[in-house]
């Protein structure tokens, strides 16, 4: 799933290169991601592109009107993409789930198309056109938690909860941005277990965390702006060092790094920086032995 780095550099792609544009027609060929039906999506038409920004892992393009500011909320779920073509979908395609076309300015060779596209068949990417004055009492954004980046607050009370590190930080309602890819690469940064529990964090460990979530997600960023420019790729060069690297040495002290073994996720960790040396329970094994 994109997570909070993605989302960002994909809005600040699409925010510096949409700014200012004019739309001329947006619709939606999946149907099941268009969760609103009034506005319809007709009204864009004429209309201009305000800006394009992030909170939590939703994208946000605000449409400009005097009369009646609308914002179309845009959440990518695990299989989604948020990307700017110059040319037009085909008829073949079965990816795009929102068009918005864009017209072209003088120089361009063809209108331009603002499109979402998910791969796979679950088809949960989702859009909503909503009321610009609605729009931060929208569920999605409703029950968001602060922003995990780029100032998290102090992370002792917010996260003071008897649950792991692992989960809390991947509960939008506790902090905003982070998954399940970026909480490991942040809780590797503090030197922390993803099994210890919030309630059991000190200040210097609070303090810690938080200054792993802004290093983490900040150099993240900087890395994006360097190597992701238009049009955005489907996979984005994500500069990951313990997960998806179970079984590689830990870049800081050489130690193996170690996985825990879910259904649908994975557990990343160093055991000598982060369990004291202990190596963790993984379930598939736990599975077999029953």
């Not at 001329?24 to 864009?44: H, R, Y």
């Not at 922390?192 to 200040?203: A, F, I, N, Q, T």
């Not at 050489?254 to 993984?282: M, N, S, W």
Request: aromatic share 4%.
């Amino acid at each position: 799933m994109p997570e909070l780095p993605e989302v960002e550099i994909t809005a600040r792609l699409l925010d510096r290169a949409l700014t200012g544009r004019r739309i001329q027609s947006a619709l939606a060929p999946g149907i099941n991601a268009l969760k609103t039906f009034d506005p319809p999506l007709s009204v864009l038409a004429g209309h201009t592109i305000a800006g394009v920004r992030r909170q939590g892992k939703n994208l946000i393009v605000e449409i400009d009107d005097a009369e009646r500011p609308l914002a179309l909320l845009i959440h990518l779920m695990s299989a989604g993409r948020l990307q700017l073509f110059d040319k037009l979908a085909g008829p073949r395609d079965r990816t795009s789930r929102l068009l918005v076309r864009i017209e072209p300015d003088e120089g361009d060779p063809g209108p331009l198309e603002l499109r979402l596209r998910e791969f796979g068949s679950k088809q949960a990417a989702w859009v909503k056109l909503l009321d610009a004055s609605a729009l931060h009492d929208d569920e999605a954004l409703a029950k968001l938690g602060p922003e995990a980046w780029p100032e998290p607050g102090s992370l002792k009370e917010l996260l003071d909860a008897p649950r792991p590190l692992h989960t809390l930080l991947r509960d939008q309602r506790t902090i905003a941005g982070i998954g399940r890819s970026w909480v490991d690469e942040i809780l590797w940064e503090a030197r922390l277990s993803p099994y210890k529990r919030g309630s059991d964090l000190d200040e210097e460990e609070a303090e810690r965390l938080r200054g792993a979530i802004v290093a983490t997600l900040g150099s993240a960023l900087d890395h994006y702006e360097q190597v992701v420019s238009l049009p955005i790729p489907d996979k984005l060069p994500m500069p990951l060092r313990i997960h998806r690297h179970e079984g590689e040495p830990c870049p800081r002290c050489g130690d193996t790094l170690r996985a825990v073994h879910f259904e649908d996720y994975v557990i990343a960790y160093c055991p000598t920086d982060q369990t004291e040396g202990r190596v963790l329970k993984d379930r598939r094994l736990s599975r077999l032995l029953k």
